[in-house]
């Protein structure tokens, strides 16, 4: 078998094998930081609503 020609398909798969996990790490962050930003903001805004002023009951 060909020595070059293995080398150039194990480098491939490598190099697709990464990409799908830096593709899959950006798009679970995008959701994380989606979603705490979310939660951030419900729960600011609820606790400014829902909480008592300090020292005005």
């Known amino acids: 078998m060909n020595t070059s020609l293995m080398m ?32 951030c903001s419900f729960d600011s805004s609820g606790l400014a609503r829902n909480e008592p002023t300090p020292g005005k009951h």
Do not use: A, P
């Open 8 to 39: 150039n398909v194990i480098t491939m798969q490598r190099h697709i094998f990464n990409v799908n996990t830096s593709m899959d790490i950006s798009t679970m962050m995008k959701i994380l930081t989606t979603q705490l930003g979310t939660s």
